[in-house]
């Protein structure tokens, strides 16, 4: 129940975000807040009545996985808000949060067998970081996406809503590098933890690792994103096109690992 209501909620956030775009008012904008504080609460009390309910940290299914990116999308959207004031990324990150969401309702929720019996603290910090990790890389290609949105605007000097409402390129820039380094982090962390997790629980070997691989390749591709945007100078419209590539690579991580080898 919780989490149909945070659905909800997420949904109404999209709808007067949407509306903020066109109109400018600023109570759709504290609206939009309002009902993103509301979903994140909902996803944040969902998950744990499933914690509560099944008696292990809910991790074992792609509905669980997914539920965790919604929240945490949610929350992240309202983090970066109160650091940038720039709405408009809750344009793009909504239907995410909703489209994972809804996938939440119709996947399988079945957890293993042993479950139960999986507790290690290492699971416990892999997780959480990687999932972060991962949605400040959504995070960045969101605000890639934008970067070109209002490039395009600029060359054909169409200064419409686009251009009004969206941040100018410099700051758009900033905010693909901010979360670029905050996203290489958590998932530096969450992939530590999670070879540590495996060498903890051999038997698990098997399942564990074509994820990590995944993973890695990730890791691998947004570290050097990173490393060439802070050491190397890379332009704002390389970094823009480096990240919209390496968010292929996430798609490939959760829907590719998730549908072809967890089953």
Known sequence: MHFDFALGAAILAFIHITLYLFLGSRYLQH???LFAVLAFLLFMGSIATHWKHF???PSYSLGDLFAMVSMTLTLIYLILFMKYRRPLLGLFIFPIVIILGALV????????????????????????FTVIGTAFFMFATVASIMYFLQERELKRKNFGIIFKRFPPL???DRLTAVNLILGFYFFSVGLISGFVWMIYEPERIGSILPKMIFAVITWVIFGLITYLKKYRGMTPRSTAYSTLAGFISVVVTYAGVAFFLMG
């Open 170 to 172: 410099n700051q758009i």
């Open 31 to 33: 609206l939009t807040n």
């Open 55 to 57: 008696g292990h940290f």
């Open 105 to 128: 309702l119709v996947l399988p929720s079945a957890a293993p067998k042993d479950a139960a019996g999986i507790s290690s603290i290492w699971l416990l910090i892999h997780l959480p």
